[in-house]
């Protein structure tokens, strides 16, 4: 897999836009990037992947750079709920496997 | 359309035990997957499948064995418990090249 970097941790106010950013300056051409998140002690959550190409989908977008060594998740309003741990995740192959790092701790506030 | 179901949700075992924990999926997804989360840590690997009868070793396999004979059922078997393996056990299933589903977790305590 390989190598991610991501901020210990991270606030946002409720209602704003928050912005995850990861580096992963030694992805490989055909490896995606994957997001998971973490709340409390629950099992983790997909949230969304990508190539090289932006996504959305109902819960946040993936904006990758064009060189592909860094990407930002984007939840577009944030809640008290989103409050959690966020992984980035480079997997190699077709990601039969995980390997998960120490994310980001979001805390949204009021 | 249940998910990933595991069993039991909790359990505690004596030092010198075993125990079967039970990992089922109806998504008909190839991939299933076994990790742990000690307290305040991250997700380790144990085992991984890609296919009925096939599995691979993760990152933390020792105590541990695994095996695939349907593609619903993942079971993750601890051969003689120990304190160290008092973790929160997550299974997890997918497609290639998609994301994970992840089950509710088995919290173990081993006494």
């Known amino acids: 897999d390989a190598k991610t970097t991501q901020p210990t941790s991270m606030d946002c106010a409720e209602g704003r836009a928050a912005n995850l950013p990861c580096n992963h300056s030694?992805?490989?051409?055909?490896?995606?990037v994957y997001w998971y998140r973490q709340i409390h002690s629950q099992g983790p959550q997909y949230i969304i992947h990508?190539?090289?190409n932006n996504e959305t989908n109902e819960m946040a977008s993936l904006i990758i750079t064009e060189d592909r060594k860094s990407s930002t998740l984007i939840l577009p309003h944030a809640t008290l709920r989103d409050t959690a741990v966020y992984y980035c995740?480079?997997?190699?192959?077709?990601?039969?496997?995980?390997?998960f790092g120490t994310g980001t701790r979001l805390q949204v506030t009021l | 359309n249940a998910g990933v179901t595991q069993t039991p949700k909790f359990q505690v075992l004596k030092t010198g035990q075993s125990m079967t924990l039970q990992c089922a999926q109806d998504?008909?997804?190839?991939?299933m997957s076994w990790y742990r989360q000690d307290p305040g840590m991250g997700l380790r690997l144990i085992h991984y499948?890609?296919?009925?009868?096939?599995?691979d070793q993760g990152e933390v396999p020792n105590g541990y064995n695994v095996s695939r004979s349907t593609t619903e059922d993942f079971p993750l078997r601890l051969l003689s418990a120990a304190p160290s393996q008092t973790s929160v056990y997550f299974c997890?299933?997918?497609?290639?090249?998609?994301?994970?589903?992840f089950g509710s977790g088995t919290r173990l305590t081993v006494v």
């Open positions: 997890a299933s997918s497609r290639p090249a998609a994301g994970y589903t």
């Open positions: 030694t992805i490989s051409g055909n490896e995606y």
């Open positions: 990508g190539l090289k």
């Open positions: 995740i480079v997997p190699s192959g077709t990601a039969s496997k995980l390997t």
């Open positions: 998504m008909n997804h190839e991939y």
């Open positions: 499948s890609v296919g009925a009868g096939i599995t």
